[in-house]
């Protein structure tokens, strides 16, 4: 099974409690109850197995048998995973895991989003660098700790002007773990 890298992380730094910050004292007898410690951190564990008719063979300039895609996984913008490219058509499979560091409170809001796109050998017409996103998806992630979301998930191509047009699946696991 392959390892996913993270693409770029754009995070800012530490974190500090509001209630240090403002270093207000504490009366005698009472304590402090902290988000942090409330909020800690866990891994969400994430396995892209394979997407299924995400691309129709007519749907581009390039080659059919010249394709080739990647998945793309985030929780937070600006820490993106990434499989390797792998050549395929139309069921591309990755096998890839990573493991996404997250806050519990994520578990209760949050989404995975998964993006398929589709790279080649010449520069596909449109995009400044050969890449194009070819669907996606965004799954709520798991409540509880421990607890596994597992399954094959719609996946949506964006037509333009607001319009999405369902296309293919992906196919994963993931699981929300301590650390």
Known sequence: MGRMVLAHDHSSGGHRSKALMRKKSIPAGKSLLLQHDLDHQVVLSV?????????????????????????????????????????????????????????????????????????????????????????????????????????RFGLVRNEGAGLVKAEGHIILSMKVKDR
């Open 47 to 151: 396995t892209i197995y394979r997407a299924d008719g995400v691309d129709d063979p007519s749907s581009s300039t390039i080659c059919a048998s010249d394709r080739i895609y990647r998945a793309l996984v985030w929780v937070q913008p600006g820490k993106e995973y990434r499989t390797p490219f792998v050549r395929a058509l139309p069921d591309p499979r990755w096998d890839g895991k990573c493991e996404i560091p997250l806050r519990t409170s994520f578990l209760g809001w949050g989404h995975l989003n998964v993006e398929v796109l589709r790279g080649s050998n010449d520069s596909e017409p449109g995009t400044s660098n050969g890449i194009a996103s070819v669907s996606r998806a965004r799954i709520p992630l798991p409540r509880k700790m421990n607890e596994q979301k597992e399954g």
